[in-house]
């Protein structure tokens, strides 16, 4: 059994920082491409970052230059270091990973439970 849990998310003025961490936990073999991705109320989920297993990153035009993603191999940790905020920033924020456990060593997709970020104007 595997799980994600968040944290980080909260209130914040426009122009603030936030930083999202989601730690992995369980019989994990080795983990894969991790990512944030964020679902505003009546919109899609978009894709705001994704890191390889060797640490390649990719971020979303709209954070590009704001939002910065990173991981910790050794403690299966991915973060989302959010700058300059705005308002149309605010989401719900789920981080995912693809990890490889003890017991087969396939890689599935697993999600957080996900965190609310909110920007005020």
């Known amino acids: 059994q595997v799980q994600l849990v968040e944290s980080g998310g909260g209130l914040v003025q426009a122009g603030g920082s936030l930083r999202l961490s989601c730690a992995a936990s369980g019989r994990i073999l080795s983990t894969n491409a991790m990512g944030w991705y964020r679902q505003a109320p009546g919109k899609q989920r978009e894709l705001v970052a994704t890191?390889?297993?060797?640490?390649?990153?990719k971020h979303a035009d709209s954070v590009k230059g704001r939002f910065t993603i990173s991981r910790d191999n050794a403690k299966n940790t991915v973060s989302l270091q959010m700058n300059s905020l705005k308002p149309e920033d605010t989401a719900v924020y789920y981080c995912?990973?693809?990890?490889?456990?003890?017991?087969?060593?396939?890689?599935?997709?697993?999600w957080g439970q996900g965190t609310q970020v909110t920007v005020s104007s």
């Open positions: 995912n990973a693809l990890i490889a456990t003890y017991y087969s060593s396939t890689y599935t997709s697993h």
């Open positions: 890191i390889t297993g060797d640490g390649t990153t």
